[in-house]
């Protein structure tokens, strides 16, 4: 460091505190950044890398942004996984004594953002810190900076911490420093291995510290008093999620104002698989909004309604009341249809309250910022006028809730401009009358506009030059031009300024004086204007919960009301919720593939679970007939009545689930090195541990990923297990391929048979996609394989082993399959092929043919060649 110049030991001593961010080094109008941090930057940033001391032994790489269009160069480090320190001159460089004084003011990192670039608008960004408590407890703390969210929870078990971790899907997780990834179980290291984790300290991770750290943020005496005394892995994450946020922002956060104890039972368990296989906020395929449930559902009209509709998703609940409510919510309001639509209206007028807030509070909102709050409060009396009348009681307390914050709508209003500019140092955002100081300097600076008009008036009566004209200049300030020609008519007391190339600057007394008082009026009011519009931020930020509080009954609101329209629109039913174990459902479709439209009309169907004669529905029936759909139909319904939506059914009752596990058939995780079986094994085998009476489980195909007689046995066994294990028993559709898992239902007597209709027609099979009661005769595989031109000897043989399969298999207990009329495995005849394949091809050919439009010629033609095909 010693040979380095001044300038660049400053640098590298800053650089040292931040090693794992892009240092951004504010010089002047531009961030510079150096070293590995300038290769990385122009890399991603596509920027031109050049380097200083060019040619000699020590070039220093460097690139660089300019500063008031940085923004989307920062957004794009983020998006990259980076981290982005902002390093300030934080004194004035004209004051300064060598170099200045440079201090990182903030460090965005991207699971603690507020910068709208980097933010998708209806989607939340969190950080997640995880700790380890007590044997294997874990905390999960979550916080969404943008909008001031904070949760806490603790979960027994790793993979239970996985599956929480999953759903809450971070940005950005936060773990001590203490932890090796190497030593984690791996759950965790699966999930931790595709995120972007950040380390703090161990000590962040005390008790008393975390406490400290708490109490004082949220004005609590005591962890307690927090909700979190009997959660210490959870205090110390969330401990440590705040030092993570205050040690990188560096920034008060007056918006975040509590934080949300949470338990998992409080809401429908879905482990990450049932997730990802019911594609409940992403589809499977492609990860994305549209396809999935989410997809489907979402007519919101904010971006806060779009993200509480994900959480809604997301954390069904299983309390009878709650759900009840918002039942009854979007009852009323499907009803109210015209009412609804003057809600949407007002809605959509609304600006995302939740991060406008959490900018506020951050001091990063522009005039802009808060004249889109002033805007969306203007809504906010009418809309509560029309809330008012509806009954529901969760309507009712939302019209609580939703303060038309009239105080701060005033404030706005009065104090900055309709249109204010983007920049907040060159004035122009302060509305007149908000201050006196500020409009008399503003009077001085307009007067003198005219003063300008008027001394050049007078300037060219006095001189008989009437080309004079008064310019301003930055450098120069205010001068009277005067062309060559006109050089000899200039006035003795006209001093001379510049001089240009076929002109003369020169300046008066009475222009100088002008100017002092102008150009000092002009800086005082954008110092002035600066300092007032702070101020108002800061008395709109002091209101930063009741703006919370508001923004969080408009998200309900939106939810609710978005509900309804897709209740009214696709015909949904409200579902009828009790304690009950029974899940009775008439016409009931699948959302999504209802929604999708896709030619075939969808046919509905029934469902009757229960845990006295309908526990398990085995469901047999030829590939493609419908079954997937019709589990995932069931599955799909029941987490949306306990998420507080309609369901697509004419009727449904549900009792309520506390899980839903589903065992679907995917070849998703090659990729994680797992062979298909591997893993459908491990989803079965959870599925068995954790399932209780109040259960649903959806196995798909289960015993597909192994040998014919490995998968029978393994899915007979897993059958019977869920039927006989009275703290597993739970509701269960059972969808198999093998037919002969229907003869379990002869023996176990909740266990019913249930299969798709089939009509057989012309040598093909037509689906009717309608479930109805018994098992399936037969697959159909066979006859499709015909279809496919399979040689007929293949058929024939197939048939046979299927018949042996049919008569006994499994009673006799040896297997059969080998069993053949034949002796000997015969070499494959070559003539027949032949034969074979030119038959099929004759007819193949005759098939295709359309006599209607044949002429005399080209029947004859067709003719000649089918002969000599033959
Ligand atoms: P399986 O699991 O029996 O192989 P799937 O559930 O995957 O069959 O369904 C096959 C196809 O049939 C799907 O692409 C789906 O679009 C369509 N389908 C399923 N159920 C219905 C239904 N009730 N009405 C209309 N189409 C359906
Ligand atoms: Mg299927």
């Not at 931040?18 to 150096?34: H, K, Q, S, T, W």
């Amino acid at each position: 460091m010693a040979d380095q110049t001044p300038m660049m030991r400053q640098y590298l001593e800053i650089k040292s505190g931040y090693p794992d961010a892009i240092l951004f080094f504010r010089m002047g109008d531009f961030y510079e950044m150096f070293l590995d941090d300038a290769l990385t930057a122009s890399r991603i940033l596509d920027i031109a890398l050049t380097s200083r001391n060019k040619g000699s032994g020590d070039e220093i790489p460097f690139c660089g942004v300019p500063f008031h269009s940085a923004s989307p160069y920062i957004a794009k480090l983020i998006e990259s996984g980076r981290k982005v320190a902002i390093c300030e001159q934080v004194e004035d460089p004209k004051q300064a004594k060598g170099i200045v004084r440079r201090e990182v003011v903030k460090v965005v990192t991207p699971g603690l953002l507020i910068e709208t670039e980097s933010l998708s608008p209806d989607e939340n960004n969190y950080l997640l810190a995880l700790s380890q408590g007590a044997g294997t407890t874990w905390g999960c703390a979550w916080l969404d900076l943008s909008t001031g969210e904070f949760r806490v929870t603790e979960l027994a078990g790793a993979a239970a911490a996985a599956g929480e971790a999953a759903c809450i899907a971070p940005r950005e997780v936060l773990l001590a420093d203490t932890l090796e990834l190497d030593d984690l179980p791996a759950d965790l290291r699966a999930f931790l291995g595709e995120r972007i984790v950040s380390r703090a300290p161990g000590w962040v991770f005390e008790r008393d510290y975390a406490t400290s750290l708490l109490c004082g943020q949220f004005g609590a005496a005591s962890a307690e008093a927090l909700g979190l005394g009997a959660m210490p892995a959870g205090l110390v994450a969330a401990g440590a999620a705040l030092y993570y946020l205050r040690e990188n922002r560096k920034s008060a956060i007056p918006h975040i104002r509590d934080i949300k104890v949470y338990e998992r039972t409080e809401h429908l368990a879905l482990d990450p698989a049932t997730r990802r296989n019911l594609e409940i906020t992403a589809t499977m395929a492609e990860g994305k909004k549209a396809g999935s449930l989410l997809g489907c559902l979402d007519r919101t009209a904010t971006a806060m309604g779009a993200r509480r509709l994900k959480q809604w998703l997301s954390y069904p609940l299983v309390g009878l009341e709650p759900i009840r409510r918002r039942l009854e919510a979007v009852e009323e309001l499907l009803e109210a249809a015209d009412l609804r639509e003057e809600l949407t209206a007002h809605l959509r007028e609304i600006a995302d309250l939740e991060r406008l807030n959490g900018r506020i509070g951050m001091a990063s909102a522009s005039g802009r910022d808060l004249r889109a709050l002033h805007d969306s409060l203007r809504r906010l009396p009418q809309l509560l006028e029309r809330l008012a009348p509806l009954q529901a009681g969760l309507l009712h307390s939302l019209a609580g809730t939703i303060d038309p914050l009239d105080d701060i709508r005033a404030l706005v209003e009065r104090g900055i401009v309709e249109s204010p500019p983007f920049s907040l140092r060159e004035g122009g955002i302060i509305a007149t009358g908000h201050n006196a100081e500020l409009d008399e300097l503003r009077a001085i600076s307009h007067e003198g506009k005219g003063f300008i008009a008027r001394l050049e008036a007078q300037e060219k009566a006095r001189t008989g030059i009437s080309t004079l004209k008064i310019r301003y200049n930055r450098v120069f300030g205010y001068s009277i031009e005067v062309t060559k020609s006109n050089l000899g008519s200039v006035p003795a007391d006209y001093i001379r300024r510049q001089t240009l190339a076929n002109a003369e600057r020169f300046i008066t007394e009475e222009l100088k004086n002008y100017e002092e008082k102008v150009l000092g009026a002009e800086e005082r009011i954008c110092d002035l204007e600066y300092a007032l519009f702070q101020e108002i931020r800061e008395q709109v930020a002091a209101q930063a919960e009741r703006i919370c509080r508001t923004a969080d009954g408009l998200a309900v609101l939106d939810v609710l009301i978005s509900l309804a329209i897709v209740a009214g629109e696709r015909n949904y039913c409200k579902p009828q919720m009790d304690d009950t174990d029974v899940i009775d459902i008439r016409d009931g479709r699948h959302p999504v593939i209802e929604a999708m439209k896709l030619g075939e009309r969808f046919v509905p169907n029934d469902t009757r679970l229960d845990a006295d004669e309908n526990q398990i529905l085995m469901i047999t029936g030829p590939n493609m007939a419908g079954k997937s759909t019709y589990m995932r139909q069931v599955a799909l319904i029941c987490l949306m009545a306990q998420a507080g939506s309609f369901v697509p059914a004419a009727e449904a009752r549900i009792g309520i689930a506390d899980r839903i596990f589903t065992r679907v058939g995917a070849g998703d995780n090659l990729a994680r090195g797992q062979s298909t079986f591997m893993l459908e094994m491990m989803e079965a085998a959870t599925i068995l541990r954790n399932a209780g009476p109040r259960s649903l489980i959806v196995m798909d195909e289960i015993g597909r990923g192994t040998s014919t007689f490995d998968g029978v046995s393994i899915a007979w066994a897993v059958a019977e297990y869920i039927h006989d294990t009275p703290g597993c028993r739970a509701r269960t559709l059972f969808a198999t391929h093998y037919h002969e898992l229907t003869e379990l239902a002869a023996t176990r007597e909740r266990i019913k048979n249930f299969t798709v209709a089939v009509r057989e027609w012309n040598d093909q099979v037509i689906f009717l996609r309608t479930i109805i009661p018994g098992g399936a005769s037969h697959s159909y595989g066979i006859q499709v394989a015909r279809l496919a031109g399979m040689p007929a000897d293949v058929i024939e043989r197939a048939k046979e082993i299927l018949r042996n399969l049919e008569h006994g298999e499994f009673e006799e207990g040896a297997p059969r399959l080998a069993k053949s009329k034949k002796s000997q495995p015969q070499a494959p005849s070559p003539q027949f092929s032949l034969f074979e394949s030119t038959e099929d091809q004759l007819r193949l050919r005759l098939k295709k043919l359309s006599i209607a439009t044949l002429t005399p010629l080209e029947a004859l033609n067709l003719l000649d060649e089918l002969k000599r095909m033959v």
